[in-house]
């Protein structure tokens, strides 16, 4: 049953202190602490991990009345709650998810005044005479969380969300406050326009995430690329995420992968109802598991351990993309991102936009979102710079040291010949082949098809043997990026994609055939192929160690009290300390309540909650 509401200081400094246990506010969250606290409304755009939550939690307990929080996810909304509870911070949620019980009783301690934050699904705000029952009571703030579902232009749009237009004429003296991490200038000003935000300030805090090593790559052999991948994120503690492109590949990665040794799950829409919430389950509990899911598996994801997030295919915008690759590290401690794509997901993904109902309008948004994409996978540069353009923030002219064109910059070469080579043998062959068939007329493999065809006849047979298959590989599929070449892609009867079936020529092709136009392409050739047409495969990157944090055996005595405590209460572990919490505990060592009291993240109700326990395994490891 939630506590009595909130009745400890209304200054921001010492609830941050007393309830959250930090010892000040980070980048723009004091500005903006204050700005709501003072009855100031306006739009926070904050990445993942950037301490977003804290800018209406510590207003809400500020002012009076009831915070009311607005989640579209009842898995976060279910993790906040229980994690404001530990707080010492009475908190509860309605959403349609509730038992009729659990729903009174909410319902009860709202009307009671009992409440310092109510989490609301949007679609239940407007819903069962919700509004009315709040215009009756002293509401504190308004915060309206992943605010870009409200835009027509975000890239997860939920019609559900429009009814909140309505709040800032309903309730014209109550603060709003709209937050979100993946918001392009143009669904910015959508979500200021909507939530009657035109007149308020912006908070933009930098959208960098510098913990995440960011890497892409060509998809040449996905299992064994996968597999060096893990090898090198995992710690061995957190858990991981496999976004892949489709229900049915979702499933056989979690199969090949436990089959390979690792805890996998599979994750998409199709699933039985029962299935993803054991899914979710495990994931969220704190186990180290490998979610491998589609989009589904989106927005609320609160784990603050997760080491890695991979994509198997080229994502639509950046704005999706930075949000996934955001619920790696949000505990601030290292994590690593992997982008593989080929020539066909920019093909497949460009055919939809053209085939798709949308208005023209909508349609070069996407084209527009999908280059800016397409331009962070095949950079030359840090991969950070073209990333934080799109969400219009200059990068620092430094690179960044994390990504892997820092590490490994990549090497430049005058492609101009070899992308004429290509064009010519595409336009030879009468634009009716696959790259697999160009590249054997290129390479002078007698082939029975390259002989049925004549094609071994051509002024273009074996002229192209200064690359390998792999090389030719990498010039299509930069020149598929330029849009100078395009794949056809077909469509099975049921509307799904079919491998591309032949390369075609684009208008940007002539210029780049006369000569006219100079090829600069990265020379990201990995290895040789084999006979069987698959990269010959390296040795396997070893094992991450999992780092040893200071403490040593002190972290792991905390981590198994804490899996423990968690599991006696049914939460997550994380929701109990977070990792960074524990470690520092355990370099500390203190020997008493006060110097417990000193580790960020350690409030008030958390020491005295668990302060003697703590202090008790602390002894038990001398």
């Not at 049915?248 to 994750?267: H, I, N, R, V």
Request: proline share 6%; net charge neutral; glycine share 10%.
């Amino acid at each position: 049953m939630p506590a009595e509401a909130w009745s400890g200081p209304s200054d921001p400094g010492l609830v941050l202190h007393e309830v959250f246990g930090h010892p000040g506010f980070r980048g723009r969250q004091r500005e903006i602490v204050d700005h709501v606290t003072g009855g100031g409304s306006g739009l926070v755009l904050m990445p993942t991990g950037g301490g977003k939550s804290l800018c209406y939690q510590v207003p809400a307990l500020c002012r009076p009345g009831v915070g009311v929080v607005v989640s579209p996810l009842i898995a976060l909304m279910e993790d906040q709650v229980a994690a404001m509870r530990q707080q010492g911070v009475s908190a509860a949620a309605l959403h349609s998810d509730l038992d009729p019980d659990a729903r009174t009783e909410a319902r009860r301690a709202f009307r009671e005044g009992r409440l310092d934050l109510l989490y609301v699904s949007p679609e239940r705000l407007a819903m069962d005479g919700m509004l009315d029952e709040l215009d009756s009571r002293r509401v504190a703030l308004f915060a309206v969380d992943e605010a870009h579902c409200i835009s027509q232009w975000g890239h997860h749009f939920r019609p559900e969300y429009r009814a909140l237009t309505i709040l800032a004429d309903r309730f014209p003296g109550v603060p709003r406050l709209a937050l979100t991490a993946t918001a392009d200038p143009r669904t910015a000003e959508d979500i200021r326009r909507l939530l009657g935000l035109m007149d308020d300030p912006v908070f933009k805090g930098g959208f960098d995430r510098p913990n995440i090593f960011v890497g892409a790559t060509d998809r040449v052999a996905e299992r064994q690329q996968l597999r060096e991948f893990l090898r090198s994120a995992s710690d061995g503690r957190g858990a991981g995420i496999v976004y892949c492109g489709s229900r049915k590949k979702a499933e056989a990665t979690a199969q090949w992968l436990c089959a390979d040794g690792w805890d996998a799950l599979a994750f998409h829409a199709g699933m039985e109802a029962s299935e993803k919430r054991a899914a979710h389950k495990r994931f969220a509990a704190g186990e180290t598991v490998i979610m491998c899911a589609t989009i589904a598996f989106g927005m609320g994801i609160d784990r603050p351990d997760v080491r890695f997030v991979a994509h198997t295919e080229l994502p639509k915008s950046p704005e999706g993309w930075y949000q996934e690759i955001g619920r790696a590290g949000r505990d601030g401690l290292p994590a690593k991102a992997l982008l593989l794509y080929g020539a066909g997901d920019i093909a497949l993904a460009r055919s939809r936009i053209a085939e798709s109902a949308a208005p023209e309008a909508q349609q070069a948004i996407e084209r527009m979102r999908l280059d800016s994409i397409i331009a962070i996978a095949e950079a030359a540069e840090c991969r950070r710079r073209p990333l934080l353009r799109c969400f219009g923030e200059e990068p620092p002219e430094a690179p960044c040291g994390n990504c892997d064109n820092c590490q490994t910059p990549p090497r430049l070469w005058n492609g101009t010949v070899a992308a004429q080579k290509l064009i010519s043998a595409c336009l030879r062959t009468g634009q009716r082949f696959g790259l697999g068939h160009l590249t054997d007329v290129l390479l002078g493999v007698r082939s029975e098809k390259v002989e049925r065809f004549g094609h071994d006849k051509l002024p273009t047979f074996g002229v192209g043997r200064e690359l390998d298959a792999e090389g030719w590989r990498a010039v299509a599929r930069q020149l598929v990026a330029r849009g100078v070449l395009d794949l056809f892609v077909d469509r099975r009867p049921d509307g799904t994609a079919a491998p591309p079936v032949y390369v075609v020529l684009e208008a940007a092709a002539r210029p780049m055939l006369k000569g006219e136009v100079e090829v600069i392409l990265r020379a990201d050739i990995a290895g040789k192929i084999t006979s069987s047409g698959r990269r010959a495969p390296g040795r396997a990157a070893p094992a991450a160690t999992p780092p040893t944090p200071g403490g040593g055996g002190r972290f792991e005595a905390l981590r198994a009290w804490r899996t423990a405590t968690a599991k006696a209460q049914k939460i997550a572990p994380f929701i109990v300390f977070q990792d960074k919490t524990l470690e520092e505990i355990a370099a500390r060592n203190p020997a008493t309540l006060d110097g417990l009291a000193e580790v960020s993240g350690v409030g008030s109700s958390k020491l005295e909650r668990y302060g003697p326990a703590i202090l008790d395994v602390l002894r038990s490891c001398e």
